[in-house]
């Protein structure tokens, strides 16, 4: 039996005008924005890679990683197999347009 699973949350972003500049807001997604509240009520780790909102994540004091450090992480740890470490690298370029640098790819599906 698989008990893995993913949480999906709505996040109300009317609260942003507290917690972040308007230049936070105009530069930020929605997606960042919402994962920096969820944080910010559950202390959990955000995996985000864009430079911006690392650095806004890490003034504002959250445990930020890299997607790639995650996933070796993961690797390592054995917390994924090697066939869903590949379906994950894949998934991620072909719905999210996100891609590993050949170097990475080598460690992560080596």
Known sequence: Q???FILVKDVDL?????EF??????????GELGCFILAK????LILIDD????????EKSFKVVSIPLFLFYCKRKHIVSFDEL???VYNLK???????SEDVKKMLLA
């Open 41 to 44: 009520k559950t202390s959990d």
């Open 2 to 4: 698989d008990d893995r």
């Open 94 to 100: 072909a719905k999210d347009y996100y891609d590993f």
């Open 21 to 30: 500049t308007e230049e936070e807001i105009i530069t930020l997604g929605e």
């Open 86 to 88: 590949k379906q994950i």
């Open 14 to 18: 009317i609260s942003l005008k507290a």
């Open 51 to 58: 430079q911006r909102a690392r650095t806004v994540a890490q």
